[in-house]
């Protein structure tokens, strides 16, 4: 199939503006879910009490609320390929600390004696292993 030539003016560029706008918008729901979804991690709270994760949400919604009447299309570009590198960034930082706490709580299972959360090398904590 040849490739459609778009014409200034013509039914074809409204066809392809629409394409583009259409792929956008994807990809900026894409990239609200992606936040959406990494900040369900954040489970824990501020100072005041209030989750961090509907902190997130809360600031997600106000940016994509606030970037919604943007028109140009680099800006637009230029906004989802930085929203989705923070993400990206946030994720790989997330899981960096999460690793190393995970391997923190294996060594100091491993230093209190069999491997075992609370052992001391001889059964349950507390017993003597007779």
């Known amino acids: ?7 200034p003016g013509s039914a074809g560029q409204t ?13 900026a729901i894409n990239l609200y879910r992606d936040i ?25 919604r106000k ?6 009447q943007e028109k140009d299309p680099l800006i637009i570009a230029r906004m989802l390929v930085t929203g989705r590198e923070c993400v990206q960034e ?3 930082k ?4 999460d690793r190393k706490c995970w391997e923190r709580i294996q060594q100091d299972s491993l230093d209190r004696g069999d491997g075992r959360p609370g ?9 003597s292993g007779n």
Do not use: Y
């Open 1 to 7: 199939m040849p490739p459609t030539i778009i014409i």
């Open 15 to 27: 066809a392809a503006k629409h394409l583009r706008s259409s792929v956008t918008r994807s990809e």
């Open 36 to 60: 959406l979804r990494t900040a369900k991690a954040f489970h824990w709270c501020d100072e005041r009490g209030v989750p961090w994760h509907t902190k997130l949400k809360a600031e997600a």
């Open 63 to 68: 940016e994509f609320e606030a970037s919604k």
């Open 90 to 92: 946030v994720q790989r």
């Open 94 to 97: 997330f899981n960096e600390a």
């Open 119 to 127: 052992g001391d090398g001889r059964g349950a904590p507390g017993r």
